[in-house]
């Protein structure tokens, strides 16, 4: 059990299992220890190492919006490199770098100036419609079953769809990538970076071919407009362009996919919300989608930061060049800014979660998600109201810090006809 300290050593990390079954299966009581020891605390990260991390909404929030205080990259901190980027990694990974996450100002106003003139063009909420088609699409191929994957089946098939589709890659192209994508997610150190590295390369090399392609005959989506977006005859260079779309292709999936399953999850363990929630699914989804996101958080924390000078913050003395994250899921669960945190309560309001994170870095397809997970789930229950989980009691947790998720959730869609059968 972790115990209370008012000044804690980053060389003597704070024993904090944040990656295991255990954790991610009942994540409460790991942060309620976490908020007893302090509201910033010492811990070993896979990766990074000794970090600081934050247990408070409070101290979360004022993290997430002080860029100046907290940065990205290692010059502002006497560091070389980004934070949480190894000695160790390939060269290619490095690429990733030059997406507008893990720059600091001015550099990340100028890569998000030029990304939010490419997005301007997209109307999230107009594109509702398209994405509930997808969703009854991939229900439509459930006919005749009575078990399915609903992670491998609908849960990862629909963000998939929804931002290839936005970014005009060919629908006979989606497949590869997600198995190229399935591979870079497995990354937990040197030997799976290894492992991983070949997919990389491919995938690189796909989405450079895509931006050529859209260069040489322009086309409809995302990658053309980044590729034509220009401010005061500034443009994205060829590795801006390249890192962009690769976190636009791997970021606008993952996360959205385990909101999806994790609500499915978290609804059919409280059957008295999903109840309440589906007596009248039109004016209460959005707000059940806020409540289910903070509930199950499935982004538990930010990319690291570097601390910029030797300070004092939340009671905590820093030093300049330490790693610091913001354990978003922590702040989700904070009492003091939550009533009853650790219950499902799908007419919370107001519900100030920090799921999309704040202040600049904060999530840029965080409307998309929203509607991709309000349609998925309104969708899903219209189909199939009966919906019950095979093996409640047996989920496989995918064994990663940051996300929380499943590896897969296998479903029975028509129970009563199963009864019946039976």
Same mark, same amino acid.
């Given at each position: 059990m972790v115990q209370a300290n008012d000044a804690y050593r980053l060389s003597r990390p704070l024993r904090i299992d944040l990656e295991s079954a255990a954790f991610k299966r009942d994540p409460f009581p790991t942060f309620a220890a976490m908020r007893a020891a302090g509201p910033v605390v010492p811990i070993k990260l896979p990766f990074v190492g000794s970090s600081w991390v934050t247990t408070t909404h409070a101290a979360t929030l004022s993290m997430v919006k002080d860029n100046e205080l907290f940065v990205q990259e290692g010059r502002h901190a006497?560091?070389?490199?980004?934070?949480?980027?190894q000695w160790w990694m390939p060269n290619s990974f490095r690429l990733f770098a030059n997406n507008m996450l893990l720059k600091d100002?001015?550099?990340?106003?100028?890569?998000?100036?030029?990304?939010?003139k490419a997005f301007q063009r997209r109307d999230v909420q107009a594109m509702r419609g398209r994405i509930e088609q997808i969703a009854d699409r991939l229900l439509d191929g459930f006919a005749g079953a009575d078990e399915i994957d609903l992670v491998g089946a609908y849960a990862r098939r629909l963000p998939l769809d929804v931002i290839c589709e936005l970014l005009g890659l060919p629908h006979q192209d989606r497949e590869t990538f997600a198995g190229w994508t399935k591979a870079m997610l497995s990354i937990r150190g040197p030997w799976s970076i290894a492992r991983a590295y070949g997919s990389l390369m491919k995938m690189m090399d796909y989405v450079r071919g895509q931006i050529d392609e859209c260069r040489a005959d322009p086309r409809e989506g995302l990658i053309g407009d980044l590729v034509r977006a220009e401010t005061d005859g500034d443009k994205l260079d060829e590795n801006e362009l390249l890192s962009m779309?690769?976190? *636009?292709?791997?970021?606008?999936?993952?996360?959205?996919?385990h909101l999806i399953e994790d609500s499915v999850i978290a609804l059919e363990q409280n059957p008295e919300q999903k109840a309440y929630l589906f007596a009248d699914p039109v004016h209460r989804m959005e707000r059940a989608v806020e409540e289910l996101a903070r509930f199950a958080s499935p982004v538990e924390s930010t990319k690291p930061r570097f601390v910029s000078r030797d300070t004092e913050f939340f009671g905590q003395p820093l030093r300049r060049g330490d790693f610091i994250l913001a354990f978003v899921a922590a702040a989700n669960a904070d009492p003091a800014q939550f009533v009853c945190p650790e219950q499902l309560q799908?007419?919370?309001f107001p519900n100030p979660h920090l799921v999309f994170s704040s202040g600049i870095h904060f999530c840029l397809g965080m409307q998309l998600a929203r509607v991709e997970a309000q349609s998925a789930l309104?969708?899903?229950?219209?189909?199939?109201?009966?919906?019950?989980?095979v093996a409640?009691?047996? *989920?496989?947790?995918?064994?990663?810090l940051g996300i929380r998720g499943v590896k897969s959730l296998q479903v029975r869609l028509n129970v009563r006809r199963a009864q019946l059968a039976a």
């Open positions: 006497g560091k070389t490199g980004v934070a949480g980027m100002e001015p550099d990340h106003r100028r890569l998000r100036k030029l990304v939010d779309v690769l976190l *636009l292709l791997v970021a606008g999936f993952e996360t959205t996919t799908l007419d919370r309104a969708r899903l229950y219209a189909r199939y109201p009966e919906i019950q989980i409640p009691d047996k *989920l496989e947790w995918i064994e990663r």
